[in-house]
């Protein structure tokens, strides 16, 4: 290099740092938005909700852009679902943990049944009485259980309708993640904080725009890869086939929808640029 080009680098370099410095920011904050550090994660809830969502989950997987799902595993598909997973490896599967729905695994946890002495459905009645030593032992049974179903632990946590996230739950919720050093979702930013605080890993952001039956379609989901900010995002979404085993719920062929979407060619090519990654990553 020339001495002349040498010093006009240096010159650039300097007033680049400069302006950076007048603008409040600090060359690294700069540089890492620059260089492209943005990773995605793509999450199925519901595994093992059905035998035909399971199935969508990893065709998602394969096809489309879905990199990470979780397990519930207090239902009668729980098992078939964990044997699928053996193929695709590098699906990663976490813990979607139920508190509202299902079979519950603890010996004794009254506070959370309902009527029919399933865990209960009814989320208003359910906030309203449960106890929080009933939430810790629920969820002590259901990672046991998953640990029995795989022979592993699971990449993450999240859970069924966010009840992790609820104020009377989070606390417990978060100190078995801590206990176990597994990440946790986060869906909010004052929910990420509270997790932080405890050390327990999670990701930057959260896009839970399709939580509701109908939410993603092709133009929403679009927007949302192509304005992905710096650092970790977890998207949820609830792909699968509809199933007879759906029969008591809302979100049935909008499963099929998500399926289809995640796996089009313009929603892959959305994602170029970003790390497809798994909460195995964190």
Same mark, same amino acid.
């Given at each position: 290099?020339?001495?002349?080009?040498?010093?006009?680098?240096?010159?650039?370099?300097?007033?680049?740092?400069?302006?950076?410095?007048?603008?409040?920011?600090?060359?690294?904050?700069?540089?890492?938005?620059?260089?492209?550090?943005?990773?995605?994660?793509?999450?199925?809830?519901?595994?093992?909700?059905?035998?035909?969502?399971?199935?969508?989950?990893?065709?998602?997987?394969?096809?489309?852009?879905?990199?990470?799902?979780?397990?519930?595993?207090?239902?009668?598909?729980?098992?078939?679902?964990?044997?699928?997973?053996?193929?695709?490896?590098?699906?990663?599967?976490?813990?979607?943990?139920?508190?509202?729905?299902? +079979? !519950? $695994?603890?010996?004794?946890?009254?506070? /959370?049944?309902?009527?029919?002495?399933?865990? #209960?459905?009814? &989320? @208003?009645?359910?906030?309203?009485?449960?106890?929080?030593?009933?939430?810790?032992?629920?969820?002590?049974?259901?990672?046991?259980?998953?640990?029995?179903?795989?022979?592993?632990?699971?990449?993450?946590?999240?859970?069924?309708?966010?009840?992790?996230?609820?104020?009377?739950?989070?606390?417990?919720?978060?100190?078995?993640?801590?206990?176990?050093?597994?990440?946790?979702?986060?869906?909010?930013?004052?929910?990420?904080?509270?997790?932080?605080?405890?050390?327990?890993?999670?990701?930057?952001?959260?896009?839970?725009?399709?939580?509701?039956?109908?939410?993603?379609?092709?133009?929403?989901?679009?927007?949302?890869? +192509? !304005? $992905?900010?710096?650092?970790?995002?977890? /998207?949820?979404?609830?792909?699968?086939?509809? #199933?007879?085993? &759906? @029969?008591?719920?809302?979100?049935?062929?909008?499963?099929?929808?998500?399926?289809?979407?995640?796996?089009?060619?313009?929603?892959?090519?959305?994602?170029?640029?970003?790390?497809?990654?798994?909460?195995?990553?964190?």
């Amino acid at each position: 290099m020339s001495a002349q080009r040498l010093i006009c680098t240096m010159f650039l370099s300097e007033f680049a740092t400069d302006v950076l410095r007048w603008s409040g920011r600090s060359p690294r904050v700069a540089m890492s938005g620059r260089s492209g550090m943005r990773r995605l994660i793509v999450n199925a809830d519901d595994f093992g909700r059905a035998p035909g969502v399971s199935r969508g989950i990893v065709e998602a997987h394969r096809a489309g852009i879905l990199t990470s799902t979780t397990l519930m595993v207090n239902l009668p598909w729980s098992r078939d679902a964990s044997d699928l997973a053996v193929s695709v490896p590098a699906l990663g599967v976490g813990l979607h943990l139920s508190f509202c729905y299902g +079979e !519950s $695994l603890a010996s004794d946890a009254p506070s /959370l049944l309902g009527d029919d002495e399933l865990l #209960d459905r009814n &989320l @208003a009645r359910l906030q309203g009485r449960l106890l929080v030593e009933d939430i810790d032992r629920e969820a002590r049974a259901q990672l046991e259980r998953f640990r029995k179903l795989t022979g592993r632990n699971p990449t993450h946590i999240d859970s069924h309708q966010h009840v992790h996230s609820w104020p009377e739950v989070r606390e417990a919720v978060a100190q078995i993640a801590q206990e176990n050093d597994l990440p946790l979702r986060a869906i909010d930013a004052d929910h990420r904080a509270f997790l932080r605080q405890l050390g327990v890993r999670t990701t930057d952001h959260f896009v839970g725009d399709f939580f509701s039956p109908g939410s993603m379609t092709a133009d929403r989901l679009l927007i949302a890869l +192509e !304005s $992905l900010p710096d650092g970790d995002t977890e /998207l949820m979404c609830h792909p699968g086939y509809d #199933d007879a085993h &759906l @029969a008591d719920s809302s979100f049935r062929r909008e499963r099929e929808v998500e399926l289809m979407l995640l796996c089009r060619s313009d929603v892959r090519q959305a994602t170029a640029g970003t790390s497809l990654v798994s909460f195995a990553d964190l």
